[in-house]
């Protein structure tokens, strides 16, 4: 089974405390909708599913009680009928469609009495006057002649199969008028003659697939709407997808295993119908649209070439990315990075397949993640809920999910070439029909957009930073991090004060120099170890001051407030080494425009600026006190660093 | 998995199934103890146990459960 499909692998995990905050929904009195949708957006299974079903239930009824709704979860009623029990899958439906933003209310008839409801006048389906309903039949409900070999037998059978689920629809439009939603059939895995099947007039699987070419151009053509089983079956697998023993047994049409993932396109499908699905994409850049990070790699170094095996799967998401734009999903960009620099790509890579034109709103700049997407939003006048963002770094999906739970956040794999099926599997940008005016959708939004300015940030910040649980490790330069630490130095351009390059020889010599001060830094969060991500190098300069020499950090790490951490961390050994003063200098390059401010931003006061752009800067260690950011501190090695200067 | 164990995992199972924290699982613990164990129940139990312990069970094995002991006997022999 593949675990992307069956787990519903796009959602993130399930919360340890799944069943405590259920408990807790189900006895608060507040507005519960959005609380109820926050839950479904994870990956459950099927006893998850059914708890937090419950759970909706109850709020609904409570909710109905008091003449209000579970807003901003949009009503739907929606009738199943089902030649196989869904009794399991019901409590699914709910759930997923909870997800999907919907309050879904199931009328579900008795067993296997799919004709009589369909087509009596005052039946339990068509008295309940359901918005939709839904003809969860598999093949075995079809009135299916087996005639190998014979085909004018065949034909009648098609013939006669699809008459039958005319007539159903024909009940039900006369009957309630609500919107059919047809299955395609899944064929069982087991064939008569073996590849002979397909070709065949009369086997099974030549008569199902006839039935669902058949039924599909009906769907298209009448209005209704087609839910592809088949389709959704052929990806993980007939022989995952059908359970000769769950049948026998209870009549389960397939396995239930698969129920999460049925019952989540059921769902994606009726909020199609309530024009729910997503319209705009938005997309990180470095490690996202291609391989590597532009500002440090540059052009040259970023993968995004064909016949490199990175740079495929990055073009697999470019190429998504295009196709959906063609189908009218609006393109949009969100980067850390500066602007020009992002740009630059776009515009001078020959192998981008997405150009500059193709992108309605281009953020890139140095706000948080959130931010930037409120400004697109706004910008694009579309919802918030109508935006999907993708971006390979989890700690941005997971400042995103917090202060914009409405925006779709896929979870990704770790590795890329699984980014493009991942974004598909998720289906935000399900459709149920395809008209003329979704061709000039996304250039119309693109005429309106201009570039949105940001200055106002999404509030919370602070809170989403305590909650990453980040420890900040400070150490002296050794033997072991002296690989990582000349690699830094070398390949740092963006957050890179001075972008001095040194050799292995040089930043040994550097280790050993009892004069000199180094430090390199390590981050980790709850989303696992970032690595080495910061460097500093002070030597000591006229009256008794450090110099900063070197000072660089990995712009994964930006807006985390570790600067200010590193200042305190060197403020610290600058006292215990009795110096009295720090010394910055900000070297511009064409790279690191963004650490322009980094100084001021740190309290140093400007004591002159160059023709160059160069500045210097200057900090009295005595009563220095820089802000400091919720993360637990571990200095070590510092001693034997105290040691080796007395020696 | 010794039996200790086993029933440790069936507790947190049955918490999960039936929604309800308060279930003491024994040997003797049958569908007529419980609310909510019906049929359908029964089957989700079922599947759930069969995906927790790596096992499956036949269909007659299923049909002939008595009891939660002679599901753990199940268990045990296939685990």
Not at chain 1, 225 to 231: E, H, K, P, T
Request: hydrophobic content about 45%.
């Amino acid at each position: 089974m593949n675990a992307l499909y069956s787990e519903l692998q796009w959602l993130p995990r399930a919360p340890r405390e799944f069943s405590e905050r259920l408990k807790n929904i189900a006895h608060s009195d507040g507005p519960l909708g959005r609380a109820l949708q926050a839950l479904a957006q994870h990956a459950l299974d099927l006893n998850q599913l059914t708890k937090l079903a419950k759970t909706i239930e109850t709020a609904r009824a409570k909710a109905c009680a008091g003449g209000k709704s579970l807003d901003p979860l949009a009503p739907f009623r929606l009738a199943v009928l089902s030649n196989s029990t869904i009794d399991l899958i019901v409590p699914a439906l709910v759930a997923s469609a909870a997800r999907h933003g919907l309050s879904l209310e199931v009328v579900q008839p008795s067993y296997d009495q799919v004709a009589q409801e369909a087509l009596t006048p005052d039946s339990k389906v068509n008295r309940s006057k359901p918005d939709a309903v839904l003809f969860a039949l598999d093949y075995r409900a079809l009135p299916l002649k087996l005639s190998p070999g014979d085909g004018e037998a065949s034909s009648a059978t098609l013939q006669g199969t699809i008459g039958y689920l005319q007539a159903l629809r024909g009940g039900i439009k006369s009957n309630s008028n609500a919107v059919c939603i047809f299955q395609t059939f899944a064929p069982p895995p087991e064939t008569l003659f073996g590849s002979l099947d397909r070709s065949l007039p009369g086997t099974q699987r030549n008569l199902i697939d006839s039935i669902n070419r058949e039924l599909a151009e009906f769907v298209l053509s009448s209005g209704d709407v087609l839910l592809d089983v088949a389709g959704l079956a052929e990806t993980v697998g007939l022989a995952n997808w059908h359970n000769p023993q769950l049948w026998n047994m209870a009549k389960f049409s397939f396995s239930d295993e698969l129920i999460p993932l049925y019952a989540d396109h059921v769902a994606r499908t009726i909020a199609a119908i309530r024009g729910k699905s997503a319209k705009v994409l938005i997309l990180d850049l470095d490690n996202t649209v291609w391989g590597g990070v532009i500002g440090d790699d540059g052009l040259e170094g970023i993968k995004i070439a064909q016949g490199d095996a990175r740079g495929e799967a990055h073009l697999a998401v470019q190429r998504l990315a295009l196709d959906l734009r063609r189908r009218g999903i609006v393109l949009a960009v969100s980067s850390k990075n500066t602007d020009e620099v992002a740009r630059e790509p776009f515009e001078k890579h020959p192998e981008m397949l997405l150009k500059l034109e193709h992108i309605a709103v281009f953020q890139a700049n140095w706000n948080d993640k959130a931010t930037n997407i409120q400004a697109i939003a706004e910008e694009l006048s579309l919802g918030l809920d109508a935006m999907v963002f993708l971006d390979d770094n989890p700690a941005e999906r997971g400042l995103v999910r917090k202060l914009l739970p409405q925006v779709s956040v896929p979870e990704l794999p770790e590795e890329p070439a699984y980014y493009a099926r991942t974004l598909a599997a998720a289906g935000y940008f399900e459709a149920v029909a395809f008209a003329a005016e979704d061709l000039q959708r996304a250039g119309f939004y693109q005429d309106n957009a201009k570039r949105a300015n940001l200055q106002k940030q999404v509030g919370g910040v602070d809170a989403y930073l305590a909650s990453l649980d980040m420890t900040i490790a400070f150490q002296p330069f050794d033997a072991t991090g002296r690989a990582r630490i000349v690699q830094l130095i070398n390949k740092s351009n963006q957050y890179n004060l001075t972008t001095r390059r040194y050799t292995d020889p040089e930043v040994a010599e550097a280790e050993s120099n009892p004069d000199v001060f180094t430090l390199q830094v390590r981050l980790s969060d709850i989303f696992g170890d970032n690595g080495m991500i910061s460097v500093v190098v002070c030597r000591p300069v006229e009256g008794g001051a450090w110099g900063i020499d070197t000072w660089l950090m990995s712009c994964r790490v930006l807006g985390r407030k570790v600067e200010h951490m590193v200042l305190r961390e060197i403020l610290s050994h600058a006292r215990a080494a009795g110096v009295h003063k720090l010394c910055g200098t900000y070297r511009p390059t064409d790279r690191n425009k963004l650490v322009v401010e980094h100084y001021a931003k740190l309290g140093f006061t400007k004591m002159g600026e160059e023709d160059s752009g160069l500045t210097r800067w200057e900090l009295l260690v005595e009563g220095a006190e820089p802000e400091t950011a919720p993360m637990k501190v571990v200095s070590q090695g510092f001693f034997a660093a105290v040691e080796k200067s007395r020696a | 998995m010794d039996e200790p164990q086993i029933y440790a995992r069936l507790t947190q199972i049955f918490e999960d199934v039936f929604d309800e924290d308060s279930i003491q699982v024994t040997p003797e613990l049958s569908a007529k103890d419980v609310d909510g164990w019906d049929s359908l129940a029964h089957i989700r139990l079922i599947l759930t146990i069969e995906r927790a312990f790596k096992v499956k069970f036949s269909t007659s094995e299923i049909g002939k459960l008595q009891n939660v002991g002679e599901l753990v006997a199940l268990i045990k022999v296939r685990a």
